[in-house]
């Protein structure tokens, strides 16, 4: 399967401070990357879809200009999370989809992200 | 909008036995895929198995196996001689066939448990 990586895997910052977090994908050219958050014993929900060269697609509820997206390139996609407070504490995750339409998503680690 | 329902929290299996998970979806498409995920202690999601709709196979993956049942939007996860390694939370997915862009939609998630 596809190596896709995230970094960091954990961070820890204060209230009010900005965090950004790096999806890369590894193996092949990605145009269309996800955004996934996770809370404690909880599913992964689908914060956005991240399109490379236009904007990325939001789901509902979520805040457009809290969590900024950025698909830079055909391999990286990064998240901003601005001006965190305590309740963005979560595990961010982000996957690729599979070169072809039966592939399954590929995940990468996941980043821990605390806030004070 | 496409809806997975798991309806067993947390199951529990003795190591070398088998143990069925359950998960319910409902769509109105008549293409779509469906995958089973485990993510163990390190977050780390990793595919199971995956299940095209169009195909009346049910797809086998060595010890897993799955229960498809199109019309009744079944698709249960059947683990055979359980492993210490099994332990892990079990997440059904749900994606439309409409292009490799297209969104999983995730269900809460079962907890197995693997006993000695």
């Known amino acids: 399967g596809a190596v896709v990586s995230q970094h960091p895997s954990r961070v820890i910052c204060k209230s009010g401070t900005s965090v950004k977090i790096e999806c890369r994908s590894l193996?092949?050219?990605?145009?269309?990357m996800f955004w996934y958050r996770q809370f404690p014993k909880q599913s992964l929900m689908l914060m956005a879809t991240?399109?490379?060269?236009?904007?990325?697609?939001?789901e509902q509820g979520v805040e457009k200009d809290k969590f900024l997206i950025n698909h830079a390139s055909l391999t990286l996609s990064t998240l901003t999370v601005t001006s965190a407070h305590p309740e963005d504490s979560s595990f961010y995750i982000c996957?690729?989809?599979?070169?072809?339409?039966?592939?399954?998503?590929?995940f990468g680690p996941g980043t821990r992200l605390t806030v004070l | 909008a496409q809806t997975v329902t798991q309806s067993q929290p947390e199951m529990s299996v003795q190591e070398a036995e088998t143990v069925t998970l359950s998960c319910t979806y409902d769509?109105?498409?008549?293409?779509?895929?469906l995958f089973w995920y485990k993510q163990p202690p390190s977050r780390q999601m990793i595919l199971v198995i995956r299940?095209?709709?169009?195909?009346?196979q049910n797809a086998t993956e060595n010890r897993f196996s799955v229960n498809f049942q199109k019309a009744a939007k079944s698709f249960s996860l059947k683990i055979s001689d359980s492993q210490l390694g099994d332990a892990a939370m079990y997440f059904c997915?749900?994606?439309?066939?409409?292009?490799?862009?297209?969104?999983?939609?995730f269900g809460t998630g079962t907890r197995l448990q693997v006993t000695l």
């Open positions: 996957s690729v989809p599979g070169l072809w339409v039966y592939n399954e998503q590929f």
């Open positions: 193996d092949f050219q990605a145009t269309t």
């Open positions: 991240s399109n490379e060269g236009s904007k990325a697609t939001y």
């Open positions: 769509t109105s498409e008549s293409d779509y895929y």
């Open positions: 299940q095209e709709a169009y195909k009346q």
């Open positions: 997915a749900y994606r439309a066939d409409t292009g490799t862009a297209s969104k999983l939609t």
